[in-house]
């Protein structure tokens, strides 16, 4: 039995030209089964096909990924850095506020104290009165201002630059003393038992050595005249100062005269007292029946180990600096937006008429680049910054740097059409549709204006508008299934029908944090740009009606500097 | 029986192809218990293996025989039908569905094995033989002649005869359609198709067939 089926045909013996002949033998209804082993060579290629399909896939998601995760550890890092700024605050503000007082923390003023010294001291000073005053009466705490004080002794001469600020807060700390152990704070019923301890604890002080102890720990200029100020004016109790001044200065406030300012204040108008909360008092009256406790202030029972740590310097607001520097990661959208449509442009730019492009290739070229138009598709577009930026004035600066980017695009066309001129060879060929990737590759430099707060801590809105001068360094267009189509353009090919040098105007808006503490910030928003000139080489529009590249995207970046 | 056992994603065993049967409606194809060519396309465009295979073999015999003719070996040939077969994979979604599936893979096949006849236009040199100028017409008997015989006569024609004998005598393109697929004028195209004709005319008669002029 024959393979082919026409042979099988049991038709009478007919007679036939030629053509009909052979197109009765090989025409519609001739098969001839092909090899077995060619559909596992064409499964393979469909894999190999979709396996290829499946990496670019893979690609673009690990970019978006890589973009994702990047945002993901740049915010938690933010959140991070300001949790623990909050969080360390936070607990020096608790311990001192609250677990010894019973008061407020710092910037929650005791509105009763903060009243009284709303007269002679600054609010923040007066804040600091409830916090302080009653830290003496305390066991923990007056034995660490104990340990202060005896450790003072030592370290107030050593300590030359603020040698003047504790001898001032000597003289404050030993009139304090005299305050205390007078009993003079205890302006408040209920409380007197406790009072007296207190008294003692301060009495037994080295009055100046505590108060060069709390002016020698804090070394901040503010607090450092504060204290002086008030040790003049005011009789401090010395302990309080100390202590609660070691222990603010941690929280930032550099309040060790802070709380000496507090003290005096309480210790003036007698309302120390008035601040305490109902649990401070039932705190203070407990331990004021246990001696013991209290005698741990003595300095000769205190453990030596329970030495005072070398505190740094607080930081003074450092001055802006002129220039900042910062990198940025842009994903998003790419549209290239091209019309290679040569209707109605210039002489110089039309269509070749050579014969060896055909008689019909420009009608076949406008066809495809309709097509390729109607069928064009935005692709993904990344995009790397490093930027300098400089401060200009107020919440403005100026932007510049340089900036790498890659974008992709597809598109599709029955003429395997990638923007250059076709050859009229075969129309029949071209009536399949032909997917085309384009690949573009930039390098530019950015100019930009920007609007943000340089110094502003936490979150805070930026604005940017400006233009970018590119560099179209290489344009692949990738016919699927016709490599002989595919073309790749250099920024040096000759036959480009590409813009070797782009201008796009860039905006962009955003949110970004500054920790608390460091010299850093994160940028996050939304961006989006259009094309200046078109893509194209020569575009047949007139200027105002030239199609423009467009993309928008999200940017993340990060600056250092202040 | 429901013929779109593709469709659905179930990969049960495959149903009895023909590969030489003619287009089948949906109808007819659904009572013999094969998938519908919707289903088959619908099956293809959804990625499923099975539907491809299907389609492959119902319509590879006669793919195969169409790029026999146009190549000059049968490697030539099976690398069109898989060049074809993968471009009608991969362009499926553009098939519009107005005319028999089979017309659209044909001309598909066609295409590749015209692009496969410019990339080795300038590799192949084929002389033309000794063949006179010109024949008067006969005619053949058709059953003198098989299969086999008349593709080899075939696949021994110049490439550029070749092409254009079987755009005209078997494909029904006109010399003005052929010129267009080849890039070549109106006039070459019927001065290179009447070279064929001789040629073969010369081979048949050489190969002894009863023929008989035609006044």
Known sequence: M?????????????????????????????????????????????????????????????????????????????????????????????????????????????????????????????????????TTTVPPVAGVAGISLSRNRETTGVMPGRTSEAARGAMAATSTARYA??????????????????????ASADGPALAGRGAGVTDAGAASRVADRDARAHQLLATGAAG????????????GAGGATAAAGAAETGLAAAA???????????????????????????????????????????????????????????????NFSRAGIAPEYDYSHEPIFGDNSPALTETAAAEYRANLRPGLSQ????????????????????????????????????????????????????????????????????????????????????????ALLGVRGEVAGDPEATRTYSITSAGTPYRRLLGTARGAVGVQYRPGVGSWALTAGPTAEVGLTSLNAHPAQNFLHESRAYGFGLEVGVEFGK | MSVAWFVSGTDE????????????TASRAAAAGQPTEADLIDGCLRGRQLAQKQLYERYAGKMMALCLRYAQTTFEAEDVLQEGF????????????????????????????????RRNASLVAVSDGDYPETLSSEEFTLSNFNFQELLEMVQELAPRYRMVFNLYAIEGYNHKEIGELLSITEGTSKSQYSRARVILQTKLERRGAPTRHVS
């Open chain 1, 2 to 134: 024959s393979a082919n089926p026409i042979e099988d045909n049991a038709t009478p013996k007919t007679t036939g030209s030629l053509e009909e002949l052979f197109r009765h033998h090989l025409g519609d209804e001739a098969a001839r089964p092909p090899r077995a082993v060619l559909w596992d060579q064409i499964d393979n290629s469909l894999l190999v096909r979709q396996n290829e399909t499946y990496r670019r896939r893979l690609a673009a998601t690990r970019w978006v990924a890589a973009a994702s995760l990047l945002l993901a550890t740049l915010a938690g890092t933010g959140w991070w850095a300001r949790r623990d700024a909050g969080l360390g605050a936070g607990q020096l503000a608790g311990t001192t506020g609250t677990g010894r007082t019973g008061a407020p923390a710092i910037g929650a003023p005791d509105p009763t104290t903060a009243n009284e010294q709303s007269a002679n001291y600054p609010t923040g000073q007066a804040k600091e009165v409830a916090g302080a005053a009653p």
């Open chain 1, 181 to 202: 152990e007078s009993g003079l704070a205890t302006a408040r019923p209920g409380q007197g038992t406790a009072w007296p301890a207190a008294g003692r604890v301060a």
């Open chain 1, 244 to 255: 609660h001044g070691q222990i603010a200065q941690a929280a930032g406030f550099g309040a």
């Open chain 1, 276 to 338: 305490f909360t109902p649990a401070a008092a039932e705190e203070v009256s407990m331990l004021a029946t246990r001696p013991a406790s209290l005698a741990l202030n003595q300095l000769a029972a205190l453990p030596a180990g329970l030495a005072p740590l070398p505190t740094p310097a607080l930081e003074a607001v450092p001055a802006l600096h002129k220039w900042r520097y910062g990198a940025s990661y842009t994903a998003g959208l790419f549209n290239p937006n091209v």
């Open chain 1, 383 to 470: 995009r790397i910054a490093l930027l300098a930026t400089r401060h200009l004035k107020g919440h403005w600066s100026l932007a510049t740097g340089a900036e790498f980017g890659q974008a992709t695009a597809q598109s599709s066309s029955s003429y395997a059409f990638v923007g250059e001129q076709l050859f009229d060879l075969n129309p029949f060929a071209v009536r399949e549709p032909h997917p085309t990737d384009f690949r573009y590759r930039t390098a530019g430099i950015p100019i930009e204006v920007r609007y943000t707060n340089p110094v502003k801590r936490g979150w805070s809105l930026y604005g940017r508008l400006g233009g970018v001068v590119t």
């Open chain 2, 13 to 24: 065993a495959l149903p009895e192809a023909t590969p030489t049967a003619p287009r089948l």
């Open chain 2, 86 to 117: 993968l471009t009608v994979f991969r362009t499926l979604a553009s098939f519009r569905r107005e005319c028999p599936l089979e017309f659209w893979i044909r001309r598909i096949m066609i295409n590749a094995a015209l692009r496969q006849h």
